[in-house]
């Protein structure tokens, strides 16, 4: 009886220690649900940023290149590569055995200069398939997928009056997925955009998904970006997006989740990465520390947000945050330039936040 007892208590003992162990990273405590990545930056790539790096192996299963193969800096040229930020950030998620993705070819921003001035339409295939050959062909098998055409959405639903499709009309997005799946048969391919989890611009993407598909064109996900406030949008819209998006038969992911706490110049919301405004010390209320209020508002709005992401587990396959602290964020420079803000999990000192702990501790219920 007595060793029966002890056993008990044994087994009680590793029972607790495995569930500890899973639970003290965000990537064991999100494993049975779905991957967990952050966006990486030139430091963390070329490995300056120490506590980044160790940070990101720690917490993450999943990597995307912020900036690094963007047509622009990949392909400043038609005939010039920059591969070395590149092959650095593969064999940084190699390392580690994370899912590496990649971001993004086929994009209006950070578009390099010698497309935006091609206008015959065959010239700009050609050089969309030599991108897509060039890029995503030199990481085939290692880049696990792609987001293969990125905010190719007005907000209401239309299709962008891109470079690409004035050039060569609705159909270059059939044919950046066609260019992708001859590249890397085997990649994921997904199409990516801001505000797409709101029900006009929902309506285009879910089009864009099932007119690939009618056509027998891969298509694996759709990245809802993510750039979202305390209050906006709502977890209905957020919700209702992720079950029509399952619907339609692709994967769910966030692709670039950050809620920025700083007011918004003329209620803007979205990414476009090519508006900017005027800054004032109304627009940047917190330039030293983040108050104690505002940290739990946030820590609760991340909660909001986790438990319906949870409750779609099914559905959900990956969630990745546009940076790693917040000293990386792109949102301390947009919509205007040199904020102080607060949108993710660490803080400058890549400590924890409310937040962090928050999700640490959700339980699936
Ligand atoms: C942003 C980067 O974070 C910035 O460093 C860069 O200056 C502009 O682009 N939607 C996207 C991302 O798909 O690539 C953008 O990233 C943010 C909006």
């Known amino acids: 009886m007595k060793k029966l007892v ?26 049975p649900y779905f991957k967990i990545g952050t966006s990486v930056n ?38 010039k590569y920059d591969f070395k930020l590149p092959d650095q950030y593969v064999a940084l998620g190699e390392k580690d055995s994370m899912f590496v993705v990649g971001h993004t070819l086929v994009w209006h921003s950070q ?9 015959d339409p065959n010239q700009m295939e050609k050089a969309m398939q030599e991108h897509i ?6 990481y085939k098998g290692r880049i696990k997928g792609w987001d293969v ?31 992708a799946h001859e590249t890397d048969p085997a990649c994921e391919l997904y199409y990516n955009d801001y505000n797409i989890e709101l029900k006009e611009k929902r309506q285009g993407a879910l089009k864009i998904i099932k ?36 619907s339609a038969g692709v994967k769910v992911m ?3 989740l950050d809620i920025t706490v700083l007011p918004n110049p003329w209620d803007l919301k979205g990414a476009d990465v090519n508006q900017n405004f005027e800054g004032s010390p109304f627009m940047n209320p917190y330039p030293n520390a983040l108050p104690d209020s505002v940290d739990v508002l946030l820590a609760k709005r991340y909660e909001d947000i986790f438990k319906v992401f949870l409750k779609h587990q099914d559905k959900v396959d990956r969630v990745t945050f546009w940076g790693l602290q917040d000293g990386d964020s792109w949102l301390n420079g947009w ?8 949108p993710l999990l660490f803080d400058r000192n890549y400590r924890p936040k409310k937040a962090y702990q928050t999700l640490l501790n959700l339980s699936k219920k």
Request: proline letters at 3%; charged letters at 25%.
């Open 6 to 31: 002890g056993f008990i208590v044994f087994t009680g003992g590793l029972i607790s220690c495995v569930t500890a162990q899973q639970s003290s990273t965000l990537k064991g405590k999100y494993k």
């Open 42 to 79: 030139s430091a963390q790539i070329e490995g300056g940023d120490t506590k980044g790096r160790l940070l990101i192996t720690k917490q993450c299963n999943t990597i995307t290149p912020e900036n690094v193969l963007k047509w622009q800096l990949v392909q400043p040229e038609a005939t």
């Open 111 to 119: 578009l390099a200069s010698y497309v935006e001035s091609i206008t």
């Open 254 to 256: 966030i692709t670039e």
């Open 211 to 246: 007119d690939l598909k009618a056509e027998g064109i891969r298509i694996d996900g759709v990245g809802i970006q993510g750039h979202w406030n305390l209050q906006w949008p709502s977890i209905e819209e957020i919700e209702q997006s992720i079950i029509d998006y399952a």
């Open 133 to 138: 050959k060039t890029v995503m062909g030199r």
């Open 335 to 342: 919509p205007i330039k040199g904020r102080t803000n607060y």
């Open 149 to 179: 055409v990125n905010e190719a959405l007005n907000e209401d639903g239309t299709l962008r009056e891109s470079v690409f499709y004035k050039v060569m009309g609705p159909d270059y997005i059939k044919k950046a997925f066609r260019f």
